[in-house]
């Protein structure tokens, strides 16, 4: 195993050992052939525990981010606002960090293709979000275990892409409804997006799938949205 230098490493689960315990626990009294559901929470909380330490991006060069300028020319403002917040990564010599970067243009600037152009330049994992469809909490956030069809959320199967500050783009942020249902994450949409964004409260993320009981740390993820203006 490789090891990663303290700046760029990340803990994803809060609690590996507790995990641990329960990941024992659910093998003695699994039934493979009856329990598909815990059979799947098995296999996703033994993925987390082999992600315990993920690596956390460098920030671009210079060059790089002039070739990302160069594929955006409608969007110079925020080229110029995520160069200097890479910059100051940089400078500290640590990890590549944005804030929650709102993309306002007017349709076909390339806001979108920008945000995961980004990703690419980074060298991070992303997903793509269409807010406007997003009426469910679990694409976001998982699906309680007791449901038959219940999996991760795409906040933590990004993350088990092995990149701790991986990029989420939420496309079309400005149609979203104002309320989301499938989980204990249920309420406005505002509601669930205050819970990632904030970085205290993204510290102990919990994955409804993985269970409230087993949080990791989504704090470093990079949010950004495009909305249509």
Known sequence: MVEIPAPFSHRLPVDPSALKGAIAECKEKLNPKKEENRKRWLELAEKVLQNETVRLALPPTSE???????????LTNAVRIVRDFLDISRLAESPASLPPLLLAGPPGAGKTAFALDLAKVLGVPSRLV???????SFILGGCDASWSSSKEG???????EGSGNPILVLDEIDKAG??????????????????????????????EFLSTAHPVDASKVQWTSPPTI
Request: charged fraction near 20%.
């Open 64 to 74: 790089e981010m002039d070739r990302l300028a160069g594929k955006s020319p409608h």
């Open 130 to 136: 269409n807010a406007a469809s997003l009426t469910h």
């Open 154 to 160: 795409m906040i933590l199967s990004v993350l088990l």
């Open 178 to 207: 104002r309320s989301l249902s499938g989980s204990s994450h249920s309420g406005t949409i505002e509601d669930f997006l205050l819970n990632v964004l904030e970085p205290v409260t993204a510290r102990k993320y919990a994955d």
